[in-house]
C-alpha cells in the first residue's frame, strides 16, 4: 500500500511540475510576443467584424445569417477563411450553371397547359411553380397512397414485372438485402427482355454501403448506372448538397415517390430504431411527366451526351379532372425553396386542420412564423415526430422547439413504436403532400428533393386516415414533459442549434 502511495504521489507530482513548466513557457511566450499577439487580436477582431456586416447584408436566411455571423466572431480568423471557402466553391459553381441550362432546355417538356382562375385557390400556387419552379400542376392524374413500407415494396415489385420500355430509378439509399436483391432480380430479367434500365443513388451510398465497383457491376449487367456526386478524400462544399430523392418511373405511365429507400428497415425486415413507419405514393396519368423530365435533368448533370427527352415522355391520363397532381422537384444550386414554399402554401390556407408528419424538425424562422399564425386563426396543427431516432443531434435541436412551438398552440406528438420518416403534410381533407422533404435545413436548402402535391384526389383522404391511425401509437408531449427533460441534453440541443443551419 505505501509502495502503491508512493507511485501515486511520485506520479501526481511530475504532472503538476508539467503543467507548472508548461504554464511557465506559455507565460513567458505571452510576456515576449505580447505586442505581436495585440495586433493580431486587432487585426481579427476588425476582419471578423468587416464580415460579420458582409454576412448581415446578404440575400441569406436569417437563420443561416446568424449561425455564420457566430461562427465568425467565436472563430475570427477560421471563421472568416471558412465562409470565404464555401462562398467561392467553382465546383458548386459549375454544378449550378449545368442545372440551369439542363432546365432551361427543358421547360418546354413541362408546359402548364392553363393557369387557374385569379379566384380560384390553387391560381397563386399554380403561378409561382409555373413562374420560378417550372413544375405544371395536372388535372388527368391519379395517386395511390401506401401507408408502409411494406405496402409500397408490394406494389413496386407489381408494377416493375410490366414494365415494357424503360424504368428509371434515383434513390438517397440502395442498400443490399431482401428488397433490393428481389428489385434487381426483376431488373436483369428486364434487360434480358430489352427493357432499358437507369439506375442512380447518391455517393454516400459508395461510402458507407455498396462497393465502389457497383456501377460497373450494374453495367455488366446491362443496367445503366451512375452515381451522383461521390464522396472524395477533398474539402469540396458541393459534396454537402446530397441527391435525397426517391423517384421510380415506369415506362412513363406509372411514378413512385416517397421517404421510403431501397434498403431493408424501410420494409421492417431489420430492426434498427424499433418500428419504422414510412410511407410513398404511386403517381398515374399525365403527372408522370414531371417525374420522368426529373430524373433526366439530375442524370444528365453528369451525362455529356445529348439526351432524347421525348423517346421517353408517354402520352397518358387518367379521367379525374377535378382532381390535381402536381409533382415537383427542389434543388439547391438556385434561391427557389420551392419545398419549403409548398408547405408553407398549405399551412397559410389551411381553414380546419394541418397535419404533419416529419423525422426532423429544424424549422427556420418563416416556417415557425405560418405555423404560429395558423394556430392564432384556429387551425389545428399537429406534428408527428419519432421516439425513437436515428439521428440524436437532430432530435436534442427539434427537442429545443417544442416548448416554443407546444406554447403558440401547436401539439406535438412522438411515435412511441419507434422511428418516423415519412414527409407528409394533409389539410382540410382537401390537400396533402407526400415526398422527401423534411422539416430542417438540410432538405430545405442543401439536398435536391422531391414530393407530389395533391388536392381533391381520393387519396388525400387514405392519408388522413392513416394519419389518425399513427396518431393512436403516439404520445403527446406536454410543456410539462419538456421541463422534466434532462438539462445536460437540453443544453446540448441549444449550442447545437446554433450551427444548425449549417449542418
Not at 422547439?401 to 382540410?428: C, M, N, Q, S, W
Request: charged share 25%.
Amino acid at each position: 500500500m505505501k509502495k502503491l502511495s508512493r507511485i501515486i504521489f511520485g506520479r501526481t507530482f511530475f504532472l503538476v511540475l508539467a503543467l507548472l513548466l508548461q504554464a511557465g513557457v506559455l507565460f513567458l511566450l505571452l510576456a515576449e510576443f505580447s505586442s505581436f499577439l495585440i495586433v493580431y487580436y486587432g487585426f481579427a477582431a476588425l476582419l471578423s467584424l468587416l464580415m460579420c456586416a458582409h454576412v448581415a447584408n446578404l440575400d441569406m436566411n436569417p437563420n443561416m445569417r446568424m449561425s455564420w455571423i457566430t461562427v465568425i466572431m467565436a472563430m475570427p480568423i477560421f471563421g472568416v477563411l471558412f465562409f470565404i471557402f464555401v462562398r467561392i466553391q467553382p465546383q458548386a459553381k459549375k454544378i449550378n450553371k449545368r442545372i440551369d441550362d439542363i432546365i432551361k432546355n427543358t421547360r418546354k417538356y413541362l408546359p402548364q397547359k392553363e393557369l387557374f382562375h385569379e379566384d380560384t385557390d390553387l391560381f397563386g400556387l399554380s403561378r409561382y411553380m409555373n413562374d420560378y419552379a417550372g413544375y405544371p400542376i395536372y388535372n388527368n392524374s391519379d395517386v395511390k397512397y401506401f401507408a408502409s413500407g411494406e405496402e409500397k415494396y408490394e406494389e413496386l415489385i407489381k408494377q416493375l414485372k410490366t414494365a415494357k420500355r424503360f424504368i428509371f430509378l434515383e434513390y438517397f439509399i440502395i442498400d443490399e438485402g431482401k428488397m433490393w436483391d428481389s428489385i434487381l432480380e426483376i431488373l436483369k430479367e428486364k434487360v434480358k427482355e430489352g427493357v432499358e434500365v437507369r439506375l442512380m443513388y447518391d455517393g454516400t451510398c459508395m461510402f458507407a454501403l455498396l462497393p465502389h465497383s457497383y456501377p460497373k457491376q450494374m453495367k455488366k449487367l446491362g443496367i445503366k448506372c451512375m452515381v451522383y456526386s461521390p464522396i472524395r478524400p477533398a474539402l469540396a462544399m458541393y459534396q454537402n448538397n446530397r441527391d435525397h430523392r426517391k423517384i421510380l418511373v415506369i415506362d412513363g405511365r406509372v411514378a413512385f415517390t416517397g421517404g421510403i429507400n431501397l434498403a431493408d428497415e424501410y420494409i421492417n425486415e431489420i430492426k434498427r430504431f424499433g418500428h419504422w413507419k414510412d410511407n410513398a405514393v404511386m403517381v398515374t396519368g399525365e403527372a408522370v411527366r414531371s417525374f420522368t423530365v426529373m430524373f433526366l435533368q439530375i442524370w444528365n448533370i453528369q451525362n455529356t451526351q445529348k439526351e432524347d427527352y421525348e423517346k421517353y415522355l408517354t402520352e397518358t391520363s387518367v379521367d379525374n379532372e377535378n382532381a390535381y397532381v402536381m409533382p415537383y422537384g427542389d434543388q439547391p444550386f438556385d434561391k427557389e425553396n420551392v419545398g419549403e414554399y409548398v408547405y408553407m402554401d398549405i399551412i397559410n390556407k389551411a381553414k380546419k386542420y394541418v397535419y404533419i408528419t416529419t423525422p426532423y424538425l429544424i424549422p427556420d424562422n418563416e416556417m415557425l412564423t405560418c405555423l404560429e399564425h395558423a394556430s392564432k386563426r384556429g387551425v389545428d396543427v399537429k406534428i408527428i415526430m419519432p421516439h425513437i431516432t436515428d439521428k440524436p443531434s437532430a432530435y436534442l435541436i427539434a427537442r429545443t422547439y417544442y416548448p416554443k412551438l407546444i406554447e403558440r398552440g401547436i401539439e406535438i406528438y412522438e411515435y412511441t413504436p419507434g422511428f418516423v420518416h415519412a414527409k407528409t403534410f394533409v389539410a382540410d381533407h382537401r390537400k396533402a403532400v407526400v415526398g422527401t422533404v423534411n422539416m430542417d435545413f438540410r432538405s430545405l436548402y442543401l439536398n435536391l428533393e422531391c414530393g407530389a402535391y395533391m388536392e381533391n384526389v381520393a387519396a388525400v383522404k387514405d392519408i388522413y386516415d392513416d394519419y389518425m391511425n399513427t396518431l393512436k401509437k403516439c404520445k403527446q408531449i406536454t410543456l410539462k414533459d419538456c421541463n422534466e427533460y434532462n438539462p445536460i441534453l437540453k443544453l446540448l440541443g441549444k449550442l447545437l442549434w446554433i450551427i444548425a443551419p449549417l449542418m
